[in-house]
Every structure is written in structure tokens, then in C-alpha cells.
């Protein structure tokens, strides 16, 4: 497709089962961002995909979240023991490089722990 | 590290008035500043950017911002609103290689 994709749209979990959030970046793009969008919270960086670099993860909140980029292009957000607490929107973006290239964002996934 | 702070988490505003969104931001090294917007039930889209030459830069729909190194701040201004431009407004900033970093977002309100 021509923008980035994520999957699932909405996700209701209960407290304490895991969960895998999926976005596929837009072709060619080398840099990917996941995001959390709480209301009234703005958009709290998570985790950085940057080619073959090693992921900047400093904004992962607990050692619960973890993502992998597989081959340089999907890339999967999991969260394990969900929260209640861990309800937002999880947005992912990719650029087709670092600096002062536009991101492009997807449409998100919102997640609700129950 | 790089922050950005938005000074307004609301700005209502009655249509046809001019608005300014403030964005300061904070970093040890040069950066590129960027303005995106969330309209209601939708995702983010760039509205305008700076990566160096002139401070003013003109984006979509009328917005503009202004680049000043000495108060490293990067506004938003529009002359005149519409309705339309009801949104949320995010203010980002990245170093030359690295994540792009946001700022809490500015709710515009425009009233008829």
C-alpha cells in the first residue's frame, strides 16, 4: 500500500494477557517509530527503528513492551501482562531517513485493557 | 536530550481571528523543527517544517511558522481560522540523526 499500515485498528484484551500490535512501514522507508497517544498525554516516544542500527529503546515505559523490525520493514510491537494502564492508541511512523525528513504516520491501534 | 514543550494545552479562538500555537524546545545540538495536525478521528499529517535558510516557514492551509534560534522557539501562526482548522497541533523536533521527539499538543478550538 501506499502508507503505513497498522493492524490490528482496535484491540480489547484483558488485564494480564500479552499482546502483539503489527505495522508495515511505508516501502523503502528506513527509520520507524512507534508512539503512545494517551488522552491528554501527547504522543510519548517508544522505541526507534533505524536501518541495521541497534533500536533506540529509551522510551519503552517497562520491560513489558519489546519490538523487533523483522528484514527491515514490519515491525511488531508486543506488550506482555497488559495494564489498564497500557490503554492508548499506539501510532507508528516511518521516514525514509532520519533528520529532517517528514514521518508518515499510520491510522493506529487502540488498544483496551479490560 | 531534546525536548519540546508547548506552552498551551487549549487556544480557543473565534473564527476569522488570527492564532499563534508557542513551541519552545530545548537541545544541545542543531535540529529540525516540524508542526503536524490530528484532525478529529484521524491520523497525524505535516503541516510545515524547518531544516535551515529562512526562519519563516509557509505550510498547508495558511500556517506558518517562524524558526528563532535565540529564544529556540518555533510558533505556529495562522492570520486568520476557520473552522476547519479545529484540530490538535503537535510540535516535534529531531537532531540530525534521530528520533523526533514531541511536544504534549495544543487543542485549537475555533468558535463560530
Known amino acids: 500500500g501506499a502508507g503505513v499500515s497498522q493492524s490490528p485498528s482496535n484491540k480489547v484484551t484483558e488485564k494480564g494477557k500479552d499482546v502483539e500490535l503489527r505495522c508495515d512501514p511505508i516501502s523503502g522507508h528506513t527509520a520507524l517509530y512507534w508512539y503512545r497517544q494517551s488522552l491528554g498525554q501527547g504522543l510519548e516516544f517508544l522505541i526507534y527503528?533505524?536501518?541495521?542500527?541497534?533500536?533506540?529503546k529509551s522510551g519503552l515505559p517497562s520491560d513489558r513492551f519489546s519490538a523487533e523490525r523483522t528484514g527491515g520493514s514490519v515491525s511488531t510491537l508486543t506488550i506482555q501482562r497488559t495494564q489498564q494502564e497500557d490503554s492508548a492508541v499506539y501510532l507508528c511512523a516511518s521516514s525514509s531517513m532520519t533528520g529532517g525528513t517528514e514521518a508518515f504516520f499510520g491510522q493506529g491501534t487502540r488498544l483496551t485493557v479490560v | 536530550a531534546q525536548s519540546v514543550t508547548q506552552l498551551d494545552s487549549q487556544v480557543p479562538v473565534f473564527e476569522e481571528a488570527p492564532v499563534e500555537l508557542r513551541c519552545n524546545y530545548s537541545s544541545s545540538v542543531s535540529v529540525y523543527l516540524f508542526w503536524y495536525v490530528q484532525y478529529p478521528n484521524q491520523g497525524l499529517q505535516l503541516l510545515l517544517k524547518y531544516l535551515s535558510g529562512s526562519t519563516l516557514v509557509k505550510g498547508i492551509n495558511g500556517f506558518e511558522a517562524e524558526f528563532n534560534k535565540s529564544q529556540t522557539s518555533f510558533h505556529l501562526r495562522k492570520p486568520s481560522v476557520h473552522i476547519s482548522d479545529t484540530a490538535e497541533y503537535f510540535c516535534a523536533v529531531s537532531e540530525l540523526v534521530g528520533k523526533l521527539i514531541f511536544g504534549q499538543g495544543t487543542t485549537l478550538q475555533v468558535k463560530p
Open positions: 527503528f533505524q536501518g541495521n542500527s541497534a533500536p533506540d
